[in-house]
């Protein structure tokens, strides 16, 4: 049966060394060996097709482009030109050194210059890096940077809370730490007060988003 899912009009096109379906099915065969078990018997043959649609889920943000999606704006609505915060985002990434989950929230917020924005776009660019493999510091630059130079905003500001899974169900087997990392551009950078009222609206939120 011939499953589409959002990378394959990727397959090979566009990204000549990437390996095809068969392939990284085999792949996950040969891990499945390495692991101890039989990818022949009943219980894992379907796994290496249903893992291989996994990983389409997990890093699909390679296939979208974040910047495209920040394109459409809306003309500021009557002069408005406060604070826009779109607090606990749900955030899922994977780590680049485990390819385990780093699940928590993203914080992100900006100061509009003339232009709006539609807030699921904001959403969306969260998504369109966090759906790759990363590490949380590049993420979180990622996210405000590109927010930064298409909207052009009078500022930015990005918190991430996290736990990530290799430290909590590998390695060193920490449970309930939590990552936080800020990227503050223009005003949010340089003005102590707009850096304080971003803070006190996403401060002594109960970082709902993980359990690792
Ligand atoms: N700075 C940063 N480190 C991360 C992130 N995700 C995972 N790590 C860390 O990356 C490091 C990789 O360290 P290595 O010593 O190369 O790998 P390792 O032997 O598996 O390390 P342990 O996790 O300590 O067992 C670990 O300390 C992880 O905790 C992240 O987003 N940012
Ligand atoms: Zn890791």
New binding site residues.
């Given amino acids: 049966m011939d499953i589409h899912t959002p990378l394959d009009h990727l397959d090979n096109a566009g990204h000549p060394d990437r390996p095809s379906r068969a392939e990284a099915e085999a792949a996950i065969r040969t891990l499945i060996q390495w692991a101890g078990d039989d990818p022949a018997r009943e219980g894992l043959l379907d796994t290496p097709a249903r893992v291989a649609r996994s990983y389409e889920d997990f890093f699909r943000g390679y296939a979208e482009d974040p910047e495209a999606i920040l394109t459409r704006t809306f003309e500021e609505i009557e002069g408005y030109d406060e604070m826009v915060i779109l607090r606990d985002i749900r955030l899922e990434s994977h ?1 680049e ?2 390819m385990v989950p ?1 699940i928590g929230v993203a914080h992100v917020a900006y100061l509009p210059n003339r232009r709006v924005v539609g807030i699921s776009k904001l959403a969306r660019v969260v998504d369109a890096y966090a759906k790759r493999l ?4 590049k993420l979180t630059a990622q996210i405000a940077n590109t927010i930064n130079e298409v909207l052009q905003p009078r500022g930015v500001a990005v918190v991430i809370e996290a736990g ?1 899974e ?2 909590s169900t590998r ?2 087997h920490k449970t309930g730490v939590a ?1 936080v990392t800020s990227r503050m551009l223009g005003a949010f950078r340089d003005d102590p007060s707009t850096r304080r009222e971003f803070l006190s609206m996403i401060q002594g939120r109960r970082c709902t988003g993980f359990e690792s």
């Fill in positions: 780590c050194h485990h780093i990363q590490i949380q510091e990530h290799c430290m390695g060193v990552m």
